[in-house]
């Protein structure tokens, strides 16, 4: 009787197995039907959190930036995207810019110069060949450089090509040199009391067809510009009666040029003693 029993258990778990297998087969394997996988744990997915996108603040541009836009006219979002070298051509033209003034008189006639001159050097800026000083001079004196153009209509103005030839022929080291003899730069940084002097000597010397010469010093050429003015402004002062703003503008100008030709005096005597030094130690060194 046992033996009968193990028997009939045994062909009813094998009935059941049969059963279990078809059920599957029919239904799928995926989910636990009548529990007949009761019991057995399903292995469970890791669920991996995904990280946020970093959040990017928005650029907002500054004092600078909004002169990039004033006076060259280019989009900043634009030159952010834009790569030159190991600089995008917002950090390039940022550069530029940052020194640059505000027009006081003629605004418009000011900003269409400058952006025309912009246009025939956008190049050279791009790819930062136009010295600095250069650009900032022009734009922070575009006022001087296009006086008396009014004959060529609204916004018609442009800076001299010939004004570029001498800032060639100079070369900016001394450009500098002749901007810091003009007038003592006292606070440091940009001396732009210095410059605005050598924009007006500069444009003396195109409107009156002055050349420099590349043997002779700069100096000279700047300091005949100063005498020549200066004769101007006491000869104006002659024909003055009254004490009025315009004479006094007159004086204002004479003790400028005075004061420009007593520091290149003084730059001349001291090269002059530096050559008589140098001839000194030369003969001690015979």
Same mark, same amino acid.
């Given at each position: 009787m046992l033996e009968f029993w193990k028997n009939e258990w045994k062909l009813f778990l094998e009935d059941l197995n049969s059963f279990k297998s078809a059920f599957v087969k029919i239904f799928g394997g995926k989910q636990d039907y009548l529990m007949l996988n009761d019991g057995v744990e399903e292995p469970q997915t890791e669920v991996v959190p995904q990280e946020a996108e970093p959040v990017v603040p928005a650029y907002e541009p500054d004092g600078i930036d909004h002169k990039v836009t004033a006076y060259f006219g280019e989009n900043v979002e634009e030159l952010r995207k834009n790569v030159s070298g190991e600089k995008t051509q917002h950090d390039v033209l940022r550069e530029y810019a940052q020194f640059f003034k505000? &027009? $006081?008189? #003629?605004?418009?006639? $000011?900003? #269409?110069?400058?952006?025309? &001159? &912009?246009d025939r050097h956008a190049l050279k800026i791009a790819t930062e060949e136009l010295p600095i000083e250069q650009a900032r001079i022009i734009q922070n004196n575009v006022d001087l450089f296009i006086k008396g153009q009014e004959v060529f209509g609204e916004n018609g103005q442009f800076i001299d090509s010939r004004v570029d030839t001498i800032f060639d022929k100079m070369g900016i080291d001394q450009v500098n040199k002749v901007v810091n003899i003009l007038h003592d730069n006292t606070e440091g940084g940009v001396n732009v009391q210095g410059e605005r002097l050598f924009a007006e000597v500069l444009t003396y010397m195109v409107d009156n067809g002055i050349k420099v010469e590349k043997d002779t010093p700069i100096v000279n050429s700047v300091k005949s510009v100063l005498e020549e003015k200066l004769n101007e402004v006491h000869s104006n002062l002659r024909n003055h009666e009254d004490w009025n703003d315009e004479y006094q503008a007159l004086l204002s100008q004479e003790r400028k040029y005075l004061y420009a030709l007593n520091r290149i005096e003084q730059y001349e005597t001291e090269q002059r003693i530096s050559e008589f030094e140098e001839k000194l130690n030369d003969m001690d060194a015979m």
């Open positions: 505000p &027009y $006081c008189e #003629s605004q418009e006639m $000011c900003n #269409s110069a400058f952006r025309k &001159y &912009y």
